[in-house]
Protein backbone atom coordinates (compact mmCIF):
# COMPACT_ATOMS: atom_id res chain seq x y z
CA UNK A 1 0.00 0.00 0.00
CA UNK A 2 2.72 2.03 -0.89
CA UNK A 3 3.72 2.94 2.82
CA UNK A 4 0.56 4.50 4.12
CA UNK A 5 -0.76 4.17 7.18
CA UNK A 6 -3.91 5.74 8.41
CA UNK A 7 -4.84 5.52 12.25
CA UNK A 8 -7.12 4.17 13.24
CA UNK A 9 -9.10 2.26 10.91
CA UNK A 10 -12.26 1.99 12.50
CA UNK A 11 -13.51 4.90 15.06
CA UNK A 12 -17.16 5.78 16.45
CA UNK A 13 -18.04 8.78 17.88
CA UNK A 14 -20.56 10.84 19.44
CA UNK A 15 -21.87 13.65 17.21
CA UNK A 16 -20.16 17.41 18.86
CA UNK A 17 -16.81 15.49 19.55
CA UNK A 18 -13.62 16.70 18.49
CA UNK A 19 -12.04 13.87 15.56
CA UNK A 20 -8.46 13.40 14.43
CA UNK A 21 -7.65 11.08 11.86
CA UNK A 22 -3.84 10.46 11.17
CA UNK A 23 -1.72 10.15 8.05
CA UNK A 24 1.38 8.37 8.26
CA UNK A 25 4.10 7.70 4.79
CA UNK A 26 7.04 6.59 4.49
CA UNK A 27 7.61 7.31 0.74
CA UNK A 28 8.62 11.17 1.38
CA UNK A 29 5.83 12.19 -0.80
CA UNK A 30 5.37 15.76 -1.27
CA UNK A 31 1.79 15.88 -2.03
CA UNK A 32 -0.84 14.66 0.63
CA UNK A 33 -4.98 14.46 0.30
CA UNK A 34 -7.69 13.66 2.37
CA UNK A 35 -10.96 12.13 0.68
CA UNK A 36 -14.24 11.02 1.91
CA UNK A 37 -16.08 8.24 0.02
CA UNK A 38 -19.79 7.88 0.02
CA UNK A 39 -22.02 5.77 -2.00
CA UNK A 40 -23.39 7.35 -4.92
CA UNK A 41 -20.67 10.35 -4.76
CA UNK A 42 -17.21 8.63 -5.53
CA UNK A 43 -14.18 10.01 -3.53
CA UNK A 44 -13.94 13.75 -2.77
CA UNK A 45 -11.38 15.67 -2.29
CA UNK A 46 -11.58 17.61 1.82
CA UNK A 47 -8.39 19.14 1.90
CA UNK A 48 -4.55 18.74 0.33
CA UNK A 49 -1.10 19.49 0.77
CA UNK A 50 1.68 20.31 -1.22
CA UNK A 51 4.70 20.66 1.39
CA UNK A 52 5.21 21.24 5.41
CA UNK A 53 2.60 23.57 6.90
CA UNK A 54 1.17 23.96 2.85
CA UNK A 55 -2.27 23.17 2.79
CA UNK A 56 -5.74 24.15 1.02
CA UNK A 57 -9.25 23.58 0.56
CA UNK A 58 -10.70 20.77 -1.47
CA UNK A 59 -14.16 20.49 -2.74
CA UNK A 60 -15.98 19.44 0.55
CA UNK A 61 -13.42 21.19 3.32
CA UNK A 62 -16.58 22.62 5.73
CA UNK A 63 -16.62 21.02 9.08
CA UNK A 64 -12.61 20.13 8.42
CA UNK A 65 -9.35 21.07 9.43
CA UNK A 66 -5.54 20.14 8.96
CA UNK A 67 -2.52 20.11 9.30
CA UNK A 68 0.82 19.18 8.09
CA UNK A 69 4.13 19.57 10.53
CA UNK A 70 6.23 17.12 8.74
CA UNK A 71 6.58 15.73 5.15
CA UNK A 72 5.32 12.84 6.43
CA UNK A 73 2.41 12.95 8.40
CA UNK A 74 -0.88 14.44 7.27
CA UNK A 75 -3.79 15.08 10.07
CA UNK A 76 -7.29 15.61 9.40
CA UNK A 77 -9.83 16.89 12.01
CA UNK A 78 -13.26 17.37 12.49
CA UNK A 79 -13.85 20.15 14.85
CA UNK A 80 -17.26 18.91 15.73
CA UNK A 81 -18.77 15.77 14.32
CA UNK A 82 -21.58 15.80 12.76
CA UNK A 83 -23.66 12.51 11.49
CA UNK A 84 -23.20 13.83 7.63
CA UNK A 85 -19.28 13.42 8.42
CA UNK A 86 -19.84 9.63 8.60
CA UNK A 87 -17.74 8.07 6.02
CA UNK A 88 -15.01 6.11 5.06
CA UNK A 89 -11.85 8.44 4.69
CA UNK A 90 -8.77 8.11 2.82
CA UNK A 91 -5.81 9.30 2.31
CA UNK A 92 -3.77 9.35 -0.59
CA UNK A 93 0.13 10.67 -1.79
CA UNK A 94 1.41 11.47 -4.71
CA UNK A 95 5.24 12.18 -5.72
CA UNK A 96 4.45 15.35 -7.50
CA UNK A 97 1.25 17.02 -9.71
CA UNK A 98 -0.30 14.94 -12.03
CA UNK A 99 1.11 11.43 -11.13
CA UNK A 100 -0.88 8.87 -9.79
CA UNK A 101 -2.31 8.76 -6.00
CA UNK A 102 -1.63 6.04 -4.07
CA UNK A 103 -4.37 5.40 -1.33
CA UNK A 104 -4.45 4.07 2.17
CA UNK A 105 -6.75 1.49 3.49
CA UNK A 106 -9.29 4.45 5.15
CA UNK A 107 -10.51 5.17 8.46
CA UNK A 108 -14.47 3.99 8.55
CA UNK A 109 -16.07 6.72 11.06
CA UNK A 110 -19.25 6.63 12.54
CA UNK A 111 -21.24 9.65 14.21
CA UNK A 112 -23.65 9.00 16.29
CA UNK B 1 -17.03 22.52 -15.07
CA UNK B 2 -15.33 19.83 -12.38
CA UNK B 3 -17.63 16.90 -12.76
CA UNK B 4 -16.22 13.38 -13.92
CA UNK B 5 -19.22 11.50 -15.27
CA UNK B 6 -19.15 7.76 -14.95
CA UNK B 7 -21.56 5.45 -16.42
CA UNK B 8 -22.97 2.18 -15.58
CA UNK B 9 -23.61 2.12 -11.98
CA UNK B 10 -22.81 -1.76 -11.69
CA UNK B 11 -22.32 -3.81 -14.69
CA UNK B 12 -22.70 -7.71 -14.35
CA UNK B 13 -20.51 -9.57 -17.36
CA UNK B 14 -20.11 -13.09 -18.53
CA UNK B 15 -16.48 -14.69 -17.63
CA UNK B 16 -14.52 -14.02 -20.28
CA UNK B 17 -16.62 -10.86 -21.49
CA UNK B 18 -15.14 -7.50 -22.63
CA UNK B 19 -16.16 -4.64 -19.27
CA UNK B 20 -16.80 -1.67 -20.89
CA UNK B 21 -16.72 1.77 -18.61
CA UNK B 22 -17.22 5.08 -19.61
CA UNK B 23 -16.09 8.72 -17.96
CA UNK B 24 -16.89 12.21 -19.36
CA UNK B 25 -15.07 15.25 -18.00
CA UNK B 26 -16.14 19.05 -18.60
CA UNK B 27 -12.86 20.69 -17.46
CA UNK B 28 -10.49 20.67 -20.92
CA UNK B 29 -7.50 21.81 -17.84
CA UNK B 30 -7.24 17.92 -17.06
CA UNK B 31 -4.31 16.33 -18.33
CA UNK B 32 -4.13 13.15 -16.60
CA UNK B 33 -6.71 10.48 -16.92
CA UNK B 34 -6.42 7.45 -14.38
CA UNK B 35 -8.72 4.77 -13.51
CA UNK B 36 -8.53 2.55 -9.85
CA UNK B 37 -9.38 -0.56 -8.75
CA UNK B 38 -11.34 -0.78 -5.56
CA UNK B 39 -11.67 -3.99 -3.49
CA UNK B 40 -13.85 -4.32 -0.13
CA UNK B 41 -12.04 -2.49 2.66
CA UNK B 42 -8.86 -1.21 0.84
CA UNK B 43 -8.33 1.73 -1.06
CA UNK B 44 -8.23 2.59 -4.49
CA UNK B 45 -5.58 1.16 -6.38
CA UNK B 46 -4.03 2.62 -9.25
CA UNK B 47 -4.89 0.10 -12.56
CA UNK B 48 -3.91 1.98 -15.60
CA UNK B 49 -3.86 6.12 -16.47
CA UNK B 50 -3.55 8.04 -19.89
CA UNK B 51 -2.77 11.48 -20.95
CA UNK B 52 -4.23 13.26 -23.54
CA UNK B 53 -1.52 13.11 -26.33
CA UNK B 54 -2.38 9.15 -26.65
CA UNK B 55 -5.83 8.27 -27.93
CA UNK B 56 -5.23 4.52 -26.30
CA UNK B 57 -3.41 2.42 -23.77
CA UNK B 58 -3.33 -1.11 -23.08
CA UNK B 59 -1.70 -2.88 -20.31
CA UNK B 60 -2.51 -6.38 -20.48
CA UNK B 61 -5.95 -7.17 -20.44
CA UNK B 62 -7.33 -3.30 -19.48
CA UNK B 63 -7.49 -1.08 -21.99
CA UNK B 64 -7.66 2.73 -22.26
CA UNK B 65 -9.54 4.48 -24.73
CA UNK B 66 -9.38 8.22 -24.76
CA UNK B 67 -11.38 10.88 -27.10
CA UNK B 68 -9.90 14.36 -26.41
CA UNK B 69 -12.77 15.70 -29.08
CA UNK B 70 -15.48 14.63 -27.17
CA UNK B 71 -14.70 14.91 -23.36
CA UNK B 72 -14.66 10.95 -23.05
CA UNK B 73 -12.45 8.12 -22.19
CA UNK B 74 -13.19 4.38 -21.24
CA UNK B 75 -11.69 1.65 -20.09
CA UNK B 76 -12.14 -1.99 -21.35
CA UNK B 77 -11.17 -5.30 -19.61
CA UNK B 78 -11.04 -8.16 -22.04
CA UNK B 79 -11.78 -11.66 -20.81
CA UNK B 80 -13.13 -10.65 -17.83
CA UNK B 81 -12.72 -12.90 -14.69
CA UNK B 82 -13.97 -13.40 -11.59
CA UNK B 83 -11.25 -11.69 -9.88
CA UNK B 84 -11.96 -8.74 -11.56
CA UNK B 85 -15.18 -8.33 -9.55
CA UNK B 86 -14.57 -4.97 -7.97
CA UNK B 87 -15.57 -1.25 -7.95
CA UNK B 88 -13.49 0.77 -10.62
CA UNK B 89 -13.47 4.34 -10.68
CA UNK B 90 -11.95 7.48 -13.19
CA UNK B 91 -10.39 10.17 -12.23
CA UNK B 92 -9.04 13.39 -14.18
CA UNK B 93 -6.50 15.27 -12.82
CA UNK B 94 -4.61 17.99 -13.07
CA UNK B 95 -2.32 20.55 -10.95
CA UNK B 96 -3.10 19.27 -7.22
CA UNK B 97 -6.19 17.89 -7.98
CA UNK B 98 -8.19 14.91 -9.01
CA UNK B 99 -11.72 14.35 -9.56
CA UNK B 100 -13.14 11.20 -9.57
CA UNK B 101 -16.38 9.65 -10.86
CA UNK B 102 -19.06 7.98 -9.02
CA UNK B 103 -17.48 4.64 -9.79
CA UNK B 104 -19.14 1.24 -11.21
CA UNK B 105 -19.75 -1.94 -9.42
CA UNK B 106 -18.43 -4.98 -11.55
CA UNK B 107 -19.51 -8.33 -10.69
CA UNK B 108 -18.07 -10.99 -13.27
CA UNK B 109 -20.48 -14.38 -13.07
CA UNK B 110 -18.27 -18.04 -13.02
Known amino acids: DAGITQSPRHKVTETGTPVTLRCHQTENHRYMYWYRQDPGHGLRLIHY???????DKGEVSDGYSVSRSKTEDFLLTLESATSSQTSVYFC???????????FGNGTRLTVT | QQQVKQSPQSLIVQKGGISIINCAYENTAFDYFPWYQQFPGKGPALLIAIRPDVSEKKEGRFTISFNKSAKQFSLHIMDSQPGDSATYFCAAGGTYKYIFGTGTRLKVLA
Open chain 1, 92 to 102: AISEDTGSSLH
Open chain 1, 49 to 55: SYGVKDT
